[in-house]
């Protein structure tokens, strides 16, 4: 059965160490105290609420903790005082809030309350509970007794319990929102996890009086969200992993394939070209030129192979990279990329050195980025910026040519083409980056990325700056 007790406003009144009123707020306990008794002295002015008050004000004055639910016997109702301890300039002082009987609810709301499922708990502007149904009886665990009558503070965690400044603001409807999601303390001291819907509960003159909440029981909820938040966490740390492995292998792949082409591949080649040398030789001492004519063509052929050759191994592991830094690598690959399409390439930025595996991940990128300008921008002008902002290292990769309708490259047939941009955003993100394209038919493309910095990245920073110095 919804309960509620006495709980109507009747003011605050200040008093000091002599009990002497320092301040009224309102109408003071049910008018009886107004602001021309400010000076006065309590006894003189309303002795019943001197003699129910004065021992608890002088307890409050000696520890500085607030009392509750002082009860004041007052003509055709009960006033009822919280204490808190304040303080006027230097003195020391304290805040009586004093509430009265408020009008009871209509039937039919009383009826309402009482089969709600949800815990419907109504406070007094001093915090004091003073309206309890069924709902929160089985949420919270006190029965109706146990509850009315003691401050709201019953319900926090134990270590907020003394703070009733905090609790009596969130009361009266300051600093506080109307919904939240709040930890509450059951009567056998497990938690609860509750959404709080808060109401002011006003008076005849629009004056607030006090609050009722509506809690409910979302510690289910929670907790599969908390589980399912963790689950997500870990499926993405997992895929970060997985990811780094893969990009880690790939690396290590590059590099065998690099010492193979120079060790093998292009000594072989090298030596197919003194050979053919030798030939053509033989040939003009023959006096036969068409062979000649023939090995020369030939030699041509494979003399373009070795340097494409020699252009993958630097591709596959840039030895100006490991040598002279990010900016430089990316200044070789822009102008490899420009000599190719006859377009000019611009790369501005200043960067200092970091680990090898942040500098080759920078570089891929930018050298996937430039792929696709390669292949299919037909642009006049590149430009690459890259600079550190914001504890990342930031790239753009910019041109001027084709452009494409994003949306559409992924669903069309020729979408494999821009495969490379979606390992640029899978190499990016699984390090904790971000990227992002913007492109627009004839408007060019921008590929954009920020890859951030990691304490390791930072410290070998720090150890190749200081070798710099020292050198």
């Known amino acids: 059965m919804w309960v509620r007790t006495p709980a109507a406003p009747a003011g605050v009144v200040v008093v000091d160490g002599d009990h002497r009123i320092v301040a009224v707020h309102a109408a003071g306990r049910l008018g009886a105290i107004g602001a021309e008794h400010v000076g006065a002295p309590l006894a003189e002015v309303d002795p019943a609420l001197h003699r129910a008050l004065a021992a608890a004000v002088g307890r409050v004055l000696a520890t500085g903790l607030a009392e509750a639910g002082i009860d004041i016997p007052a003509a055709g109702t009960t006033t009822t005082a919280n204490l808190y301890p304040a303080a006027a300039g230097s003195r020391p002082t304290v805040s009586c809030v004093l509430t009265g009987a408020p009008a009871p609810p209509p039937a039919g709301v009383t009826a309402v309350i009482d089969s709600a499922a949800d815990a419907i708990v109504s406070t007094d502007l001093g915090g004091t509970i003073r309206g309890w149904n069924p709902g929160a ?24 319990r003394r703070r009733f400044g905090e609790l009596l603001r969130g009361v009266t409807g300051c600093a506080r929102q109307d919904s939240s999601e709040v930890v509450r303390w059951r009567k056998d001291g497990s938690r ?41 966490r870990e499926s993405e740390r997992m895929r970060r992993e997985v990811v780094a492995s893969m990009l880690q292998a790939e690396e290590v792949e590059r590099s065998r394939i690099a010492t193979e082409l120079h060790d093998d591949t292009v000594q072989v080649m090298i030596a197919s070209l003194m050979a053919m040398d030798r030939v053509a030789l033989v040939a003009q001492r023959g006096g036969t030129p068409q062979l000649e004519s023939a090995v020369a063509v030939a030699r041509a052929t494979l003399e373009e192979a070795t340097d494409r050759t020699r252009r993958l191994m630097f591709e596959l592991r840039p030895a100006v990279l490991t040598r002279d830094g990010l900016v430089a690598a990316v200044r070789v690959l822009a102008q490899q990329v420009a000599r190719e399409t006859g377009a ?20 891929r990128s930018v050298q996937e980025a430039l792929a696709n300008v390669r292949k299919h921008a037909r642009a006049d002008a590149i430009t690459v910026t890259l600079d550190e902002r914001g504890g990342s290292i930031r790239a753009e990769v910019c041109d001027d040519g084709l452009g494409f309708d994003i949306v559409n490259a992924r669903t069309r047939s020729s979408a494999a083409l821009h495969l490379g941009l979606d390992a640029l955003h899978e190499r990016v993100r699984a390090v904790g980056g971000s990227a992002s394209i913007t492109s627009a038919p004839g408007q060019g493309t921008c590929v954009r990325f920020a890859v951030p910095l990691t304490a390791s990245s930072r410290e070998a920073t720090a150890a190749r700056e200081v070798a710099m110095l020292e050198r």
């Open 137 to 160: 009886e089985r949420l919270y665990g006190y029965a109706v007794d146990e509850a009315l009558g003691r401050p709201i503070s019953l319900l926090a965690p134990p270590a907020r």
């Open 192 to 232: 609860v996890e509750v959404w709080l819907t808060r109401v002011d509960v006003h008076d005849g003159a629009g004056r607030i009086v006090g609050m009722t909440e509506i809690g409910r029981d979302v510690t289910g909820r929670c907790r599969e969200a908390r589980r399912t938040a963790r689950a997500l």
């Open 344 to 363: 000019s390439a611009r790369v501005r930025g200043a960067l200092g050195r970091y680990d090898h595996g942040l500098e080759e991940l920078v570089y």
